[in-house]
Nanobody
């Protein structure tokens, strides 16, 4: 599975960004998809995910109510809509894919990441 993220950039506090991740190489409908992020000096953390079978979503507490994950199976893409951004959201955001019905913390496929910087 190949994953390519896009949509990162620089935004002011309170602004919005929409990340996209294009997948190829496997039937997208059968992939659970997710987003992780890693800030400098911090461990990578799960941000949001969506299962392939029941499309149940899961969010980190720090982004609940502000971020929304969605998928378009026809386009083989997954999205992360990020609203009310804060400086603490600054990180490299990684798209990941999992073949399991429920997205896990150890997905086998990863994108290269896209930088999101939120200025104060």
């Amino acid at each position: 599975v190949q994953l390519v993220e896009s949509g990162g950039g620089l935004v002011q506090t309170g602004g919005s960004l929409r990340l996209s991740c294009a997948a190829s190489g496997r039937i997208f409908t059968w992939l659970s998809m997710g987003w992780f992020r890693q800030a400098p000096g911090k461990e990578r953390e799960h941000v949001a995910s969506i299962n392939w079978k029941d499309e149940k979503t899961n969010y980190a507490d720090s982004v609940k109510g502000r971020f929304t994950i969605s998928r378009d199976n026809a386009q083989n893409e997954v999205y992360l809509q990020m609203n009310s951004l804060k400086p603490d959201d600054t990180a490299v955001y990684y798209c990941a894919a999992d073949h399991r019905q429920t997205f896990t913390d150890s997905p086998p496929w990863w994108g290269r990441g896209t930088q999101v910087t939120v200025s104060s």
